[in-house]
């Protein structure tokens, strides 16, 4: 059960981040726009992991193109990054969002932003599309842009909070890149190949 999970669990996400944003207004009645704008990241990277990770083809792609289709990102791996990884760290810059102070709102932000550029940077590299790049242009730049004004505008946009929201979401991504690199056995990406 445990192998289908972690096969299948974008088809869950994509459903259940449309089942969210048809929840939302019900039950965001009183929420300030900021902290609206920080919990729309979580279904917007819902929704942008189905246009990514459908039919398993940003993990193939990945291999192919970063390290030459050697095998360093398994179906198990992109499940650990993308749930506990990714709709992980967006539930507690959530919480710390609602409970602490809604400039940690910024993690979930910056995540969903550092994503998109890193699709955008790689369609502008390798001159064509990579799995998610629709939808981090179409939805990510947009809804990302919105919390990051809606935030600073609620006064959580210090500089603090600003370095801590960039720092987490390229961190994660180097991290990735580190994971990757140490399971191919290589110092350097294949970039191309």
Known sequence: MLTRLINNWVYGGAMAGLLFLLLLPALASGWSLALLAVVLQLPAYMLHQYEEHDDDRFRQFFNRTMFGGREVLSRAAVFVINVPGVWGVIAVSIYL???VDIGFGLIAVYLVLVNA???VIHALVFRSYN????TAVGIFLPVGGYGLWQI??????????QALGIGSA???HAAIIAYAKHKSGSSSLAVGA
Do not use: E
Request: glycine content about 18%; overall charge positive.
């Open 152 to 161: 600073d505008r609620a006064g959580g946009g210090n500089a603090s909070l």
């Open 131 to 134: 799995p998610g790049l629709a």
């Open 117 to 119: 550029l890193v699709h």
């Open 97 to 99: 969002a609602r409970f």
């Open 170 to 172: 390229l961190v994660i």
